[in-house]
């Protein structure tokens, strides 16, 4: 069987060089030039935990090619859709690169052809897809799924390999489908959860809308621990021991979350609310919740420097939008660094992945090559993203190198008791 894969993203990267280890024939198709030549040369253009060893076995088997342009030699069995379904106006999903992909798969779709959506497109999405290739290509018969996807970004491959559920919506059931995904996700062990299309979807926006609240549910908690005296880590691990609530709940108190899908599936759900009349007040509050934690890092900031930021140099550790990966789409540390800037802050920044990548959204930094050099001077360091290296700081040797022992730490990374033995001001969350 033979694999199209449209879009070379996190998500269709990680499909292709996984389907390729496999042993699928697999074509990746990306309008982003620069990006198909690095990748066909073996090199990754983003940071994402064991992709571009991937990719050289991949490469190496053969079994893998790419086109930066639609001029395809042959047919693909199945295509797989993996564009980009970014924030549009109103919060809808800007669905633009996902009916160009539409429009170009028409002269590549053989008879029989299986369209999968793993873009996480909004309710009605698979059904509009239907009704665009039975005008489109009336001689041919398409199948078109919803296949959203639930990987994570900084373990993609790890998730590719051992999902957790696999969703696939139909319109119209047919064996010989089953059959081809089936033999597609030959490896997996999880349970297939077979359902229509709108269901499908809304699974995906469901998840992710729920992992969200969360996270905001947390930082309520947080807040609410400042105001008492109590402390949120142990208030959520001891949740956690709870079966109903669960050991991997996202009870983490912190920055909020960012990232490119959680921010944008919960505005999308939201619209859907308005357009349809359904009740998305909770998701409004989560999106609040989420807006104004970053407000409150940056007042323990300038809180913890006495009120007046200007000429204070505050250093950065972390930039990406979580660990793992060097993905900047909604990451706090934007927002953070932005509103430090013009409090008349000088900032420096230190992220294992992401250098000088920064400067294009935030071109006033000073890109640091490590964590105590970005420390070394500063007034305050502000802690964005749990990379596991902070971990290993000594921090009792850091505290001669900064201007000023005063670490704010938007992740709860550290143990307050032993930064205050040591001399640090330390302010978390929640705690
Ligand atoms: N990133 C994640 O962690 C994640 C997880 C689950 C689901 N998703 C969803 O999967 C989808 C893809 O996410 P991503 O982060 O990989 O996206 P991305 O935006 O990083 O990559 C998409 C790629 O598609 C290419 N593209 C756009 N239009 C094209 C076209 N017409 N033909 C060929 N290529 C085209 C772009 O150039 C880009 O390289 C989104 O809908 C997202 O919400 C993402």
């Given at each position: 069987m033979t694999v199209g894969i449209v879009g070379a993203g996190p998500v269709g990267l990680t499909y292709a060089v996984g389907l390729a280890k496999k042993g699928f024939g697999v074509q990746v198709v990306d309008i982003d030039k620069n990006k198909i030549n690095s990748l066909r040369g073996g090199k990754v253009p983003f940071y994402e935990k064991g992709l571009e060893e991937a990719l050289s076995q991949a490469i190496i088997l053969g079994t893998i090619a790419f086109w930066d342009q639609w001029n395809l030699d042959t047919l693909p069995d199945i295509w797989i859709i993996c564009v980009g379904t970014p924030e549009g106006k109103d919060g809808r999903a800007d669905l633009r690169f996902y009916k160009g992909a539409l429009s170009s798969l028409v002269p590549f779709l053989k008879n029989q052809a299986i369209v999968i959506n793993k873009s996480t497109v909004p309710l009605g999405t698979a059904q509009m897809a239907d009704a665009f290739f039975k005008t489109q290509v009336p001689d041919k018969k398409i199948f078109v799924l919803s296949n959203p996807e639930f990987l994570a970004q900084g373990k993609s491959m790890e998730d590719f390999w051992d999902p957790q559920r696999i969703v696939i919506g139909q319109g119209h059931p047919e064996e010989f489908v089953r059959k081809s995904l089936e033999e597609i996700y030959g490896w997996a062990k999880c349970p297939f959860v077979w359902t229509d299309w709108n269901t499908a979807e809304l699974i995906k926006y469901a998840s992710n809308a729920y992992l969200a609240t969360q996270i905001s549910f947390i930082n309520s908690i947080a807040g609410i621990c400042e105001s008492i005296g109590a402390d949120v880590t142990e208030v959520a691990a001891a949740m956690k021991l709870d079966d109903r609530i669960g050991k991997k709940a996202f009870l983490g108190a912190g920055l909020g979350y960012g990232g490119s899908c959680f921010s944008k599936d919960i505005q999308s759900l939201i619209s859907l609310g308005k357009e349809t009349g359904a009740a998305v007040e909770l998701l409004e509050a989560v999106d609040h919740m989420n807006d104004k934690q970053i407000r409150r890092f940056i007042s323990k900031i300038t809180g913890a420097l006495g009120g007046d930021i200007t000429g204070k140099t505050i250093a950065i550790w972390g930039l990406a939008f979580k660990p793992h990966t060097d993905d900047l789409r909604s990451a706090p540390s934007i927002e953070i660094i932005d509103s430090l800037e013009s409090l008349g802050a000088k900032v420096r920044a230190y992220d294992p992945k992401v250098g000088e990548k920064i400067l294009a959204r935030c071109p006033g930094v000073r890109v640091c090559s490590s964590a105590g050099e970005a420390a070394s001077g500063a007034d305050c360091i502000a802690l964005c993203t749990q990379w596991e290296e902070f971990r290993d700081v000594s921090f009792e040797e850091l505290a001669a190198s900064v201007?000023?022992?005063?670490l704010v730490d938007g992740r709860n990374q550290f143990d307050k008791e032993l930064l205050a033995g040591l001399g640090w001001k330390y302010i978390s969350i929640g705690r």
């Amino acid at each position: 069987m033979t694999v199209g894969i449209v879009g070379a993203g996190p998500v269709g990267l990680t499909y292709a060089v996984g389907l390729a280890k496999k042993g699928f024939g697999v074509q990746v198709v990306d309008i982003d030039k620069n990006k198909i030549n690095s990748l066909r040369g073996g090199k990754v253009p983003f940071y994402e935990k064991g992709l571009e060893e991937a990719l050289s076995q991949a490469i190496i088997l053969g079994t893998i090619a790419f086109w930066d342009q639609w001029n395809l030699d042959t047919l693909p069995d199945i295509w797989i859709i993996c564009v980009g379904t970014p924030e549009g106006k109103d919060g809808r999903a800007d669905l633009r690169f996902y009916k160009g992909a539409l429009s170009s798969l028409v002269p590549f779709l053989k008879n029989q052809a299986i369209v999968i959506n793993k873009s996480t497109v909004p309710l009605g999405t698979a059904q509009m897809a239907d009704a665009f290739f039975k005008t489109q290509v009336p001689d041919k018969k398409i199948f078109v799924l919803s296949n959203p996807e639930f990987l994570a970004q900084g373990k993609s491959m790890e998730d590719f390999w051992d999902p957790q559920r696999i969703v696939i919506g139909q319109g119209h059931p047919e064996e010989f489908v089953r059959k081809s995904l089936e033999e597609i996700y030959g490896w997996a062990k999880c349970p297939f959860v077979w359902t229509d299309w709108n269901t499908a979807e809304l699974i995906k926006y469901a998840s992710n809308a729920y992992l969200a609240t969360q996270i905001s549910f947390i930082n309520s908690i947080a807040g609410i621990c400042e105001s008492i005296g109590a402390d949120v880590t142990e208030v959520a691990a001891a949740m956690k021991l709870d079966d109903r609530i669960g050991k991997k709940a996202f009870l983490g108190a912190g920055l909020g979350y960012g990232g490119s899908c959680f921010s944008k599936d919960i505005q999308s759900l939201i619209s859907l609310g308005k357009e349809t009349g359904a009740a998305v007040e909770l998701l409004e509050a989560v999106d609040h919740m989420n807006d104004k934690q970053i407000r409150r890092f940056i007042s323990k900031i300038t809180g913890a420097l006495g009120g007046d930021i200007t000429g204070k140099t505050i250093a950065i550790w972390g930039l990406a939008f979580k660990p793992h990966t060097d993905d900047l789409r909604s990451a706090p540390s934007i927002e953070i660094i932005d509103s430090l800037e013009s409090l008349g802050a000088k900032v420096r920044a230190y992220d294992p992945k992401v250098g000088e990548k920064i400067l294009a959204r935030c071109p006033g930094v000073r890109v640091c090559s490590s964590a105590g050099e970005a420390a070394s001077g500063a007034d305050c360091i502000a802690l964005c993203t749990q990379w596991e290296e902070f971990r290993d700081v000594s921090f009792e040797e850091l505290a001669a190198s900064v201007r000023s022992p005063i670490l704010v730490d938007g992740r709860n990374q550290f143990d307050k008791e032993l930064l205050a033995g040591l001399g640090w001001k330390y302010i978390s969350i929640g705690r």
